[in-house]
């Protein structure tokens, strides 16, 4: 390793709850499981969360 690269099993044994709900979230926790983290994301059981709905409008907001 060369100082700039991240071993893929690091974060072997690490549990992460994603309980994000827009992209960089999600993105962020993907990357977690990526290096080897164990990544449960929690979505709202009426349609998952609100960034995969489309645009993201202010009722989206208000509403949680």
């Known amino acids: ?8 099993n690091c974060l072997a044994g690490i ?3 994603d309980l ?7 993105t962020c ?5 990526w290096m080897g983290a164990d ?3 929690v979505e709202n059981p009426d349609g998952g969360e609100a960034g995969r709905r489309g645009p993201l ?4 907001l208000q509403r949680q």
């Open 39 to 41: 990544v449960v994301k």
């Open 15 to 17: 549990k992460v709850l």
């Open 57 to 60: 409008l202010l009722h989206d």
């Open 1 to 8: 390793m060369d100082g700039t690269t991240v071993p893929p």
């Open 20 to 26: 994000t709900q827009f992209e960089a979230g999600t």
């Open 29 to 33: 926790t993907e990357a977690l499981a």
